[in-house]
């Protein structure tokens, strides 16, 4: 997480986050933690866990992305283009192990309010395009592949607190089928570097 998610602004004087977050949807909930760092030029590593409610279903994910944000001089608004890829795994239905990848291709945006000298608020979104390969192996049943593009979109804030925490709220909005999220964040600023 950073400024175009909402987040600690990466650089200087700190070189990482480290962030949490629990989602909600209709059926279960996603708990996360990942790590951003860099400056400019960005990457993030980011675990995710998948409970399904009454059921003893759980799915696992993994994901990284790297990406660029664009501050012009003077301003408060960032844009941040950048390019995900992630894998889930441990979702066995009926002896069917199911595991997929995914693809993101993604624009984020975000302005800095300044509420108090050590106070800012930091609305963001952001809109990607899925690819996604999913796998359903069987074992000697065989195994069957499927894919499918989407659009996904992420609307949230950041409540900022002296540029080293930042706490809010966050909605994923699938732009065709599936469950829309509704969660929340915690990102804290990590570490000191220069520059």
Same mark, same amino acid.
């Given at each position: 997480?950073?400024?175009?998610? +909402?987040?600690?602004?990466? $650089?200087?004087?700190? !070189? #990482?986050?480290?962030?949490?977050?629990?989602? @909600?949807?209709?059926?279960?909930?996603?708990?996360?933690? +990942?790590?951003?760092? &860099?400056? *400019?030029?960005? =990457?993030?590593?980011? @675990? =995710?866990?998948?409970?399904?409610?009454?059921?003893?279903? %759980?799915?696992?994910?993994?994901?990284?992305?790297? $990406?660029?944000? /664009?501050? !012009? *001089?003077?301003?408060?608004?960032?844009?941040?283009? #950048?390019? +995900?890829? $992630?894998?889930?795994?441990?979702? *066995?239905?009926?002896?069917?192990?199911?595991?997929?990848?995914?693809?993101?291709?993604?624009? #984020?945006? %975000?302005?800095?309010?300044?509420?108090?000298?050590? /106070?800012?608020?930091? !609305?963001?979104?952001?809109?990607?395009? /899925?690819?996604?390969?999913?796998?359903?192996? &069987? =074992?000697? #049943?065989? *195994?069957?592949?499927?894919?499918?593009?989407?659009?996904?979109?992420?609307?949230?804030? $950041?409540?900022?607190?002296?540029?080293?925490? %930042?706490? &809010? !709220?966050?909605?994923?909005?699938?732009?065709?089928?599936?469950?829309?999220?509704? +969660?929340? @964040?915690?990102?804290?600023?990590?570490?000191? &570097?220069?520059?």
């Amino acid at each position: 997480a950073q400024l175009c998610y +909402g987040g600690p602004a990466l $650089g200087s004087p700190s !070189p #990482a986050n480290v962030a949490g977050s629990v989602s @909600f949807f209709d059926g279960g909930r996603t708990y996360g933690a +990942g790590v951003s760092f &860099g400056s *400019e030029l960005f =990457g993030s590593a980011v @675990f =995710g866990f998948t409970d399904l409610d009454d059921t003893d279903i %759980s799915i696992k994910a993994l994901s990284g992305s790297i $990406g660029y944000q /664009v501050t !012009p *001089e003077e301003s408060t608004v960032s844009f941040c283009p #950048a390019l +995900g890829v $992630g894998y889930s795994f441990g979702l *066995e239905i009926f002896g069917i192990d199911v595991t997929s990848w995914s693809i993101t291709p993604s624009v #984020a945006v %975000s302005v800095v309010a300044e509420v108090s000298p050590t /106070v800012s608020f930091v !609305p963001f979104g952001q809109i990607g395009l /899925v690819y996604q390969r999913v796998t359903a192996d &069987g =074992g000697v #049943a065989g *195994e069957v592949t499927d894919s499918d593009t989407s659009g996904i979109l992420s609307l949230g804030s $950041g409540l900022m607190f002296n540029e080293r925490v %930042s706490l &809010g !709220p966050a909605v994923l909005i699938p732009l065709s089928d599936g469950d829309t999220t509704f +969660g929340v @964040f915690l990102s804290v600023a990590v570490g000191s &570097g220069g520059g």
